[in-house]
């Protein structure tokens, strides 16, 4: 196969993921040699690194040489500007969760710029961008690839396209699809009843400090991060889900918190309402199950739904553990039993492997 | 992206899967306009269909056409000419679990045919056909395909392939990858205490009944097909497994009944032999433990082994149902948790749909 000789590299965002995805694509550019990869530009919040004549940075000092000598950031327009212009192929990584750029992802494709990328919010705002998306994709003849966007490197986005894609029949998805919603009810509803009786908020607080909540956990105890991996997954299956909030999300915020100054605050009143959470979990007990926040999609009634349901303990959601995530697809041609995908759904070097693997999809498609 | 306007493919064999896969042909070839898919070669085990010109044989009627009009098949030379002066790319499906054709691969990619295959035999032979299959490959700037050799339509061959490609580690493979294995032992050694008593003879003729093993059983219960997979993934973690023979490998077959003279007969004198499994069962149930019939792979000690062993109830690989698969991968990116894939490792739909699959990312693949 006669793949490009050369494709040109745009990184925008070089946090946890970012910074391991550029350290993945030094690995890459040494293990593949056959597409040479070159890096025109790179840019993190308030600063940016490329040249005019798209002359290549190394990979290997790029973050470094970035933070010491980048320089104001060009806006999103001038960055499209440049990357179209650029003598082979671009492929555009957007490694933040911004939702400027995301809005910006039609106007990079329609000029052929092909996109990477692990953030939600393209793929989960509004139904019209969505179309705007894949539309500009065709017209522009370029790529656009988010396996990230949902379960981190697990093979999720790539199952459930070509299970649609090969003609069967998503009946159902369901699952655990958020890391610390995982670790929180794996520790406050253990399956052994020798379990912690730790409280909510307790936990709440522990997982703060452990780094596996956004710095408010408000962020997400609120169900959104859930609300929008469904809505991906929804779409893609065939539903035109109009929103995140176009269908019920159980937040997990007492009321009297949602309007708190912070994240420190929220934690320390967060014992007022572990009475609560508790009977939640001791009425799931008594019927001889466990308590989990799982979401799911019903096809056939459009149901989508997210929010704290109740299992057996022998069941695969119940038994879960850390903070893993665990997503089913019932399907026609799979029948009762679900083709179900377990792992880690979060996590820099996870996370950066799905954009790699993307990255790797997208040189084997491209066409010079 | 500038697919390829016209791909020939040829199928061989049309049982079980063949047969799905055409028919997922045919709904592909009206649902993906983008790129015409011309069947050209049409085969079964005593006739083909094909025209010297090269005109395209409707899919919708084509294995009723080779049914009724099929002449004896030429020799797997003969095919390869007549494949490889065909007007466009040719993509061979070979449906088959034939040796023969298996280790012919080579000659077909060395001439420019891509390959798509269930076929287990040419990924688990000797390890020379392995590296000429690839070698051959990359000469005929070909591809080639085997997703459904281990676990169906499951992303098992994709996710393995991705991780180490994008630098990932794999360090253990670990799993139950028969499904017909998976149904005996679920069904012998239950994790409720409530579960049946049966024997494991019974248990064995009732799956034979239900189809769920091969027409003799002993062509399961040799351990055989597991060893097979477990070659095809160790050598794509890295492992140069010479063949499936060259590590241990657990016939459940009494050595008594080795050579009986077939499956009916064998069937008939296992009950003689119950009280073999009936003592594994029970001194994993004093563990506190339930017996299961599992392959492995330890990287570091570079171990593959494939037989009984014993997991604690709550185990992912105990609380497997009917006849499911479950592969876990662990890796140096998951950490101490693998990457789990489990569902259904058997059957024509699910099979067929992973070679579909296949079709799809060779199609996006391949360049006119």
Same mark, same amino acid.
């Given at each position: 196969m006669s793949s490009p000789k050369q494709v040109n590299i745009a990184v925008i965002g070089t946090g946890g993921v970012g910074a391991v995805f550029v350290s993945q694509l030094a690995w890459l550019a040494k293990h593949r040699p056959s597409v040479h990869l070159s890096l025109c530009y790179i840019a993190m919040i308030d600063k940016a690194l490329y040249h005019p004549d798209y002359s290549e940075i190394d990979i290997d000092t790029a973050v470094s040489t970035l933070e010491s000598t980048g320089r104001a950031p060009p806006a999103?327009?001038?960055?499209?500007?440049?990357?179209?212009?650029?003598?082979?192929?671009?492929?555009?990584?957007?490694?933040?969760?911004?939702?400027?750029?995301?809005?910006?992802?039609?106007?990079?494709?329609a000029r052929g710029i092909s996109i990477i990328t692990?953030?939600?919010?393209?793929?989960?705002g509004n139904y019209k961008l969505w179309q705007d998306i894949f539309s500009a994709a065709e017209s522009g003849q370029a790529l656009v690839f988010h396996e990230s966007s949902v379960g981190a490197g697990m093979p999720i986005i790539s199952t459930i396209k070509e299970l649609v894609q090969?003609?069967?029949?998503?009946?159902?998805?369901?699952?655990?699809?958020?890391?610390?919603?995982?670790?929180?009810?794996?520790?406050?509803?253990?399956?052994s009843n020798t379990g912690s009786n730790a409280k909510w908020s307790d936990i709440v607080k522990q997982a703060k400090e452990l780094g596996y909540t956004e710095p408010d956990p408000r962020d997400d105890l609120n169900g959104l991060d859930v609300a929008r991996k469904l809505t991906i997954l929804g779409r893609l299956a065939g539903l035109p889900i109009e929103s995140p909030s176009s269908f019920p999300v159980e937040s997990l915020i007492p009321k009297e918190l949602e309007n708190v100054a912070n994240g420190n605050e929220f934690i320390q009143r967060l014992n007022?309402?572990?009475?609560?959470?508790?009977?939640?979990?001791?009425a799931a007990e008594k019927a001889g199950k466990v308590v989990r926040f799982v979401g799911s999609i019903d096809m056939a009634s459009k149901q989508v739904k997210v929010g704290m349901e109740w299992f057996d303990p022998m069941h695969?959601?119940?038994t879960l553990k850390g903070s893993d995530n665990i997503i089913s697809f019932f399907t026609k041609?799979?029948? #009762? &039993?679900?083709? +179900?995908?377990?792992?880690?759904?979060?996590?820099?070097?996870?996370? #950066? &492997?799905?954009? +790699?693997?993307?990255?790797?999809?997208?040189?084997?498609?491209?066409?010079?």
């Open positions: 999103i327009p001038e960055i499209i500007e440049y990357l179209a212009g650029a003598p082979h192929k671009v492929i555009m990584v957007d490694n933040t969760s911004s939702g400027a750029i995301a809005e910006s992802y039609p106007q990079f494709l692990p953030n939600k919010k393209a793929f989960s090969t003609g069967d029949e998503v009946t159902r998805i369901e699952g655990v699809f958020s890391g610390t919603m995982s670790f929180l009810f794996n520790c406050f509803a253990p399956i007022e309402f572990d009475d609560e959470m508790e009977k939640e979990k001791n695969p959601i119940a041609r799979y029948g #009762a &039993m679900p083709l +179900t995908i377990r792992g880690a759904g979060a996590g820099g070097d996870v996370t #950066a &492997m799905g954009v +790699t693997g993307d990255l790797l999809k997208v040189i084997t498609q491209l066409r010079e």
